[in-house]
């Protein structure tokens, strides 16, 4: 199994609180992404990072942002959470191939947040 | 815009039989597909993948097949075994921003179900 964490598993928060979510990698994978879960939408990629400090915004970024200080962390924080932001967050790793990129991701045990 | 789709939530199928399971795309320019398997209260992992140069990927008891005509792929699982009850997502390259960086837009998911 890839070496991917995500702290905390799960979380009760209320609204208009920020929270900050954690993704550790132990696998040196250069790309890391963060993705929602929730029935109906399957997974949707909030943010990613090609790099250290490298970051952009995927298709439901509104309301997140993230930073990744060094390769083996990417950080996913909910600015002012809402109720809408009430999902199962998880976080990816990949690494570009020898052809120039690996669509294979390796995902983490996910984070569940419920916002009251 | 739901460029990747399962269409059908749920399939339940009898032990030792084939399951089917299908995904249709939008965007003529994907070349390369995976799927996926999610188990509860744990992260996705990668099940099988196509490019688009082959109509077939065959992996022990599960095969992957292409249709490039009628945007359509389907993943057939012979023998099905209880084991084999999951969600299941199909995945393609995400090129949004011109630079795939890895990411995947994922369809919504469908779960299998496989009764002994």
């Known amino acids: 199994d890839a070496g991917i964490t995500q702290s905390p598993r799960h979380k009760v928060t209320e609204t208009g609180t920020p929270v900050t979510l954690r993704c550790h990698q132990t696998e040196n994978h250069r790309y890391m992404y963060w993705y929602r879960q929730d029935p109906g939408h399957g997974l949707r990629l909030i943010h990613y990072?090609?790099?250290?400090?490298?970051?952009d915004k995927g298709e439901v970024s509104d309301g997140y942002s993230v930073s990744r200080s060094k390769t083996e962390d990417f950080l996913l924080t909910l600015e002012s959470a809402t109720s809408s932001q009430t999902s199962v967050y998880f976080c990816?790793?990949?690494?570009?191939?020898?052809?120039?990129?690996?669509?294979?991701?390796?995902f983490g045990p996910g984070t569940r947040l419920t916002v009251t | 815009d739901q460029q990747v789709k399962q269409n059908s939530p749920s399939l339940s199928v009898q032990e030792g039989r084939i399951s089917i399971l299908n995904c249709d795309y939008t965007?003529?320019?994907?070349?390369?597909f995976l799927w996926y398997k999610k188990y509860p209260a744990e992260g996705p992992t990668f099940l099988i993948s196509?490019?688009?140069?082959?109509d077939k990927n065959e992996d022990g008891r599960f095969t992957v097949f292409l249709n490039k005509s009628a945007k359509h792929l389907s993943l057939h699982i012979v023998p099905s075994q209880p084991g084999d009850s999951a969600v299941y997502f199909c995945a393609a390259p995400n090129f949004a921003g011109g630079t795939s960086y890895g990411k995947l837009t994922f369809g919504q998911g469908t779960i299998l179900t496989v009764h002994p």
């Open positions: 990816a790793i990949s690494e570009p191939g020898l052809a120039g990129v690996s669509y294979e991701q390796y």
């Open positions: 990072s090609y790099g250290v400090k490298d970051t």
């Open positions: 965007n003529s320019m994907f070349d390369y």
């Open positions: 196509i490019s688009s140069i082959k």
